[in-house]
């Protein structure tokens, strides 16, 4: 596990390097959990599934095949 060395800027601010937040899947904007734990902050993505970023190719694949998802009514 690779480990930088950051400073706490104004108002608490650290700064995520790019290749951590690639790695991560993160983007500006996106929402992170923060804790205490022990001695350390731990700063984990929300994976909130409303949150998700979607594919459109597979959305439009899904709309396409809407009818094979149908309840069939006897």
Do not use: W, Y
């Not at 108002?11 to 001695?39: C, H, W, Y």
């Not at 409303?50 to 709309?63: G, P, S, T, Y």
Request: charged share 35%; aromatic share 2%.
């Amino acid at each position: 596990m690779e480990v930088l060395r950051e400073r706490i800027k104004h108002e608490g601010v650290i700064k995520i390097p790019p290749k951590f937040m690639q790695s991560l899947g993160l983007a500006d904007g996106d929402e992170v959990n923060v804790r205490a734990e022990a001695s350390s902050v731990v700063i984990e993505p929300v994976t909130d599934r409303r949150r998700m970023k979607l594919n459109a190719a597979i959305v439009d694949e899904l709309v396409e095949c809407e009818e094979m998802f149908e309840p069939e009514l006897s």
